[in-house]
């Protein structure tokens, strides 16, 4: 399966105290570096299919089946991309620590992993127009910082306030979380255990 990763600065709406977090996976008309762009209604077949089975695309962390990190509540499209509501698993580390990233602005990159099952070409654009995609799974992943990606409303958990508060006051332990992120969008991009292109 030809399985393409495409990136999206985390145009994140709400964080709150339960996990819970709101922003778009994707968003329609941008014309990204490799020229491909979504267009709208390029998810409903896909999503009609995840709701029939009554699932969702598995939330995993930097794109590794291995760690899930919660479960998307809510997908569906409106006029700008395609929308999502998740709740991070706060009970488990990973989830813990992308709950934390996220409000420190670390963590500001959410990606789709889909297929090509249709699309156009743009001859004025000299672009790719993606009309039907497949999707997959939705990860957060590092991704640098971008004017777009904002965080409107964090608020600290009070079931997780000692756990929260142990994490903030240990920056040793808060640069480790990074630089393991970092280390972690490296190797993904060096790994070539399925085709992929980065957007």
Same mark, same amino acid.
């Given at each position: 399966?030809?399985? &393409?990763? =495409?990136e999206r600065?985390?145009a994140? $709406?709400?964080? %709150?105290?339960? *996990?819970q977090f709101?922003g #778009?996976?994707?968003v ?6 490799q ?8 998810f ?5 299919k995840w709701?029939g089975?009554?699932?969702?695309p ?7 089946p ?5 479960v998307?509540?809510s997908l569906?499209?409106?006029k ?5 509501q998740g709740?991070?698993?706060l009970?488990?580390? &990973?989830? =813990? ?5 996220l $409000?420190?602005? %670390?963590l500001? *990159?959410?990606?789709?992993? #889909?297929?090509v099952?249709s699309s156009?070409?743009?001859?004025k654009?000299?672009a790719?127009?993606l ?5 997959f799974e939705?990860s957060?992943v590092t991704?640098?910082a ?11 958990p009070a079931?997780?306030e000692e756990l929260?508060s142990?994490?903030?006051?240990d ?8 630089a393991?992120?970092?280390?972690a969008?490296q ?9 992929t292109?980065?957007?």
């Open positions: 399966m030809d399985m &393409k990763h =495409m600065p985390l994140l $709406k709400a964080l %709150a105290a339960d *996990g709101s #778009y996976a994707s329609f008309g941008k014309l990204d570096h020229s491909e762009i979504v267009a709208a209604g390029a409903s077949r896909t999503l009609g709701r089975e009554c699932r969702s598995a939330m995993l962390w930097m794109h590794d291995t760690q899930p990190i919660g998307w509540m569906y499209e409106d700008n991309g395609l929308a999502v709740k991070l698993a009970r488990t580390q &990973k989830g =813990m620590e992308a709950y934390e990233l $409000k420190m602005g %670390a500001t *990159g959410m990606s789709i992993g #889909y297929r099952v156009k070409v743009d001859i654009r000299k790719r127009i009309t039907d995609i497949d999707l939705i957060l991704f640098p971008n004017e777009s990606a904002r965080v409107s409303d964090v608020k600290s079931a997780h929260s142990r994490l903030k006051d920056s040793d332990a808060t640069r480790a979380i990074v393991r992120l970092n280390q969008a190797n993904l991009q060096n790994t070539k255990h399925y085709p292109r980065r957007v």
